[in-house]
């Protein structure tokens, strides 16, 4: 016997969310889902959720279980219990509408966002514009989105900043931008570069860890940051960050710490340097600024040579 | 017990207090670290922004290094330890790319053959059988009454696949640890989340929304203080933390120490010794618990 530990809200009846415990004797192998269903159809007819395909395609049925996002068609209740108990909640940075189904009205205006569509303004082929496997390659992973919102649900930046693109939207926006019959490349990467977009991303993978399908969207905005870069897009704190960093393990192998900040920020930033100015200053009296003469790591020519072999 | 010590960068620069209470703990408890002098900068998840070749032939170089010596390779870094599996992760899966690496690698006199050495931060050697059993009959003075928050660092977790974790989303390496130095771990949710450090120039009020709620999350489950396997994540709730509104706000705040330096404590080193009054919160409070328990 396992416990469904669901969290309900009908606004309707009480402003107020509450979690509610069912209980059910599932089969071998039933997923979440089949669990939901049969507490649905045998306990409480008013438990809503979303769902459609059972067979994590459609993109329908995300919510979180145990605190993560998933697909309930795609894991397995006997995986997810813990102490006999699978706690069920809607998805989080969306709000919920009833039950386990949330707005997707964020979601779905940070896709428009992106342009989701091909744009290239040369005259149309007779036939179709064609690629060979290999261009369809670069935007393979990002073209096996479902939009369920899992990485949107779970992503540690979108809930402290709403403002943030989110995963789903970078992921779909490297589609486009990695796409060879798109021409709009630099257009794209300009937009991507702003407050809010690719250079926000705080790194915690979260999105990869939720993700049901091959997407990894932490990785497509690693190469939308490499494309941002490589086209010169570097008018921003994130790009000059990156080169800054690079450049500095080229002199010496090993990070400088202390000109990395001014030469992110911009030296002309004065708004941005003078906010530097208390942590610099509290960690300067503990002796905690790295030392002056920044020392390079043994054998630093080797590491020279590799940058240069590379062409970097 | 030998190894190759890639100390990263932020341990020989901002943080250099990592460094010595590394050296401490290694020393009270007979581990011989062998600095790896000569090894560039893991590139922090930031240099593969730039090009993931260079990144990944620049670590080959670092473990080259470590199977010249035959040592396994021990971080102190959890984002060292994350970018570096990546590389390994990243070589490994792919043949041509492993030669292509390797030709670059030649012209200085090194090969990378894969395989041969492990790459592992100081917790995981810390936080198995024989690991715990050392540090309970090295400890000299248990940690007794001390409540301590586990903060691991998004990249000993995640990608799940490169962790060295049964359960990213469940460790308990950390705790186990404390459990061993005689303190008490405290469970929190935020314990798995991420400090915020890598947007701290991009987004300042992101990043220090995302610490501060970490570091309230872990003073309200009642911990005396937040201890830490990556030195990023110290910079972020420890430098940073003054600056923190939401935990001004509160009127809260919390010490925050690297892991070498709460084993090095349990070993009988001073706080001084151990670079804690180079922290930007005062790590005073804790000796006093401590004292109240002895
Ligand atoms: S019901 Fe379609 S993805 Fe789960």
């Known amino acids: ?312 | 017990m030998k190894f190759a010590l890639f100390t990263g960068c932020v341990a020989r620069g901002a943080t250099r207090e990592l460094m010595l209470s590394t050296k401490a703990a290694a020393e009270g408890l007979g581990i011989d670290f062998v600095e790896m002098k000569s090894a560039a900068c893991c590139g922090a998840g930031v240099m593969p922004e730039k090009s993931p070749l260079l990144t990944d032939t620049l670590n080959a170089r670092t473990f080259a290094l470590a199977e010249e010596q035959n040592l396994d390779l021990i971080t102190i870094c959890s984002t060292c330890q994350g970018n570096l599996k990546k590389s390994e992760y990243n070589i490994n899966s792919d043949i041509e790319y492993k030669d292509k690496v390797n030709h670059v690698l030649k012209g200085g006199g090194h090969q990378y053959q894969g395989g041969k050495i492990k790459i592992k931060h100081f917790s995981d050697i810390l936080a198995t059988p024989e690991g715990l059993q050392m540090l309970k009959e090295k400890i000299k003075r248990p940690l007794t009454g001390l409540k301590t928050a586990a903060f691991y660092g998004c990249y000993v977790l995640r990608p799940s696949e490169l962790s060295e974790y049964e359960d990213p989303d469940n460790p308990t390496a950390l705790e186990e640890i404390f459990e061993a130095l005689g303190a008490t771990p405290v469970y929190y949710e935020s314990r798995i989340k991420c400090c915020g450090f890598p947007i701290i120039m991009m987004n300042k009020d992101a990043s220090q929304a995302m610490a501060g709620n970490a570091l309230i999350d872990a003073i309200q489950s009642g911990a005396n203080c937040v201890v830490t396997g990556c030195p990023l994540c110290h910079l972020s709730l420890d430098s940073y933390q003054p600056d923190i509104e939401s935990l001004r706000e509160k009127g809260y705040s919390i010490p925050i120490l690297h892991l070498p330096q709460l084993v090095a404590l349990a070993l009988g080193y001073s706080p001084k010794d151990i670079g804690m009054d180079s922290h930007i919160v005062a790590t005073a409070g804790l000796d006093s618990i401590l004292a109240a328990h002895a």
């Open chain 1, 1 to 312: 016997m396992a416990t469904f530990r669901i969290k309900r809200y009908n606004p309707e009846k009480s402003p107020d969310s509450y979690y509610q415990d069912f209980e059910y004797d599932f089969p071998e192998g039933a997923t979440l889902l089949d669990c939901l269903n049969e507490i649905k159809w045998t306990q409480d007819g008013s438990l809503t959720y979303r769902m459609s395909c059972r067979s994590a395609i459609c993109g329908s049925c995300g919510m979180k279980g145990n605190g993560h996002a998933l697909l309930a068609c795609q894991r397995q209740a006997a995986h997810l219990m813990k102490d006999g108990v699978v706690t069920v909640e809607p998805m989080g940075n969306m709000t919920p509408i009833k039950d386990l189904v949330v707005d997707f009205k964020p979601f779905w205006e940070k896709i428009d966002q992106i342009k989701p569509y091909l744009k290239n303004k040369e005259k149309p082929p007779e036939k179709e514009r064609r690629q060979t496997p290999k261009q369809f390659k670069v935007i393979d992973d990002a073209s096996t989105c479902i939009m369920c919102g899992a990485c949107y649900s779970d992503c540690q930046m979108l809930e402290v900043d709403g403002n943030f693109l989110g995963p789903a939207a970078l992921a779909k926006a490297q589609r486009f931008v990695g796409d060879s019959r798109d021409t709009a490349t630099l257009e794209r990467i300009k937009e991507l570069s702003q407050p809010g977009g690719m250079w926000d991303c705080t790194h915690c993978g979260e999105c990869v860890e939720r993700c049901p399908k091959p997407v990894k969207p932490f990785d497509r905005i690693k190469e939308l940051m490499a494309v941002g870069l490589e086209q010169g897009v570097h008018g921003n704190v994130g790009a000059r960050h990156a080169l800054s960093f690079t450049k500095s393990i080229k002199k010496s192998g090993c990070l400088n710490e202390a000109t990395l900040p001014v030469e992110s920020i911009g030296y002309f930033n004065f708004k941005g340097l003078f906010d530097l100015l208390p942590v610099g200053l509290r960690m300067l009296f503990k002796g905690k600024i790295p030392p002056l003469i920044h020392k390079s790591c043994e054998d630093v020519k080797d590491v020279k040579r590799i940058f240069e072999e590379l062409g970097e």
